[in-house]
């Protein structure tokens, strides 16, 4: 089994290194990761500006890049082969609910999921590490499992893995969940610089707010593995028949907008 690793904490991310030293026995693994912090990157590409890369005294190479960078330039030519799993984490820090659109970490997972590949997000719940070597141990009973399930190396899916940060022992066992919701993130923190302008700081993600039996948040609160499949379609399936009839409406020549008088 060949495996790829990245993350969006950068390659010298303590998540990043565990998910190595558990895999490096049962796989040919090598990891390719972002320089430095690139949380809440999603997919992003870097277009306008070269990419370096580096490899660490670990073996480790490091881009001056995104997630999505990293797993791209290795899967189009820095690699030389196909692995048969693209793995990204563990992410210092739940990735649950809507999480999943801005995370870095899903992002490096997604755009192996786009080139074919099976691909995995790993996260712990907590952001402090604790208990990092239970959750690195359990990704690999996950991915040894799933080789062994046939499922590792064929067609392409897509998991997104949330990890409680328990002792090995504690950890509960792998659930199916759907994403939960959250709150809409906090307010905006303004702060003025010494040079007397306005700085603005992203506030904080919000608190869950479905947070249901059958989801992430629920699952991973008791206690067990969240596992949630994801798809790229974001498509609203439920409200095709709802645009349908509104799109058929919008056909007509447009009116006039109100403040605008003919011939001004
Ligand atoms: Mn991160």
Redesign the pocket.
């Known amino acids: 089994m060949k495996i790829l690793i990245s ?3 950068g390659y010298q ?1 303590p998540g990043i290194v565990a998910l190595y030293e558990a895999l490096k026995d049962v796989a040919e693994v090598e990891v390719i990761a972002p320089e430095h ?4 990157k999603s997919n992003a590409l870097t277009l306008h500006s070269p990419l370096y890369v580096h490899q660490a005294s670990n073996g480790f190479r490091y881009v001056n890049g995104t997630p999505a960078d990293c797993v791209h330039i290795a899967l189009t030519g820095l690699l030389g082969y196909r692995p048969d799993l693209v793995i990204s984490g563990i ?3 739940a990735n649950m609910g809507d999480d999943t659109i801005y ?3 899903v992002g490096a997972a997604m755009e192996g999921f786009l080139f074919g590949i099976p691909a995995i997000a790993f996260s712990q719940v907590d952001r402090n590490w604790v208990h990092l070597a239970a959750a690195a141990q359990k990704a690999r009973e996950l991915i040894l499992q799933m080789e062994q399930q046939h499922l590792v190396g064929h067609s392409p899916w897509l998991l997104n893995v949330n990890i409680p940060n328990l002792p090995f022992e504690q950890i509960g066992h792998v659930k199916l969940c759907r994403l939960g919701r959250r709150h809409a993130a906090e307010p905006v923190i303004t702060q003025v610089s010494p040079r007397g302008e306005t700085m603005y700081w992203i506030g904080a993600a919000g608190a869950a707010k479905d947070e249901a039996e059958g989801t992430d948040f629920h699952a991973t609160t008791h206690g067990f593995v969240s596992v949630t499949p994801l798809k790229v379609d974001l498509t609203d399936h439920d409200h095709l028949g709802y645009w349908a009839q509104t799109a058929s409406r919008l056909n007509g020549p447009a009116p006039l907008p109100a403040t605008t008088q003919a011939g001004a």
């Open positions: 993350n969006d904490d991310a912090n690139n949380s809440a992410n210092n820090g995370s870095g970490t």
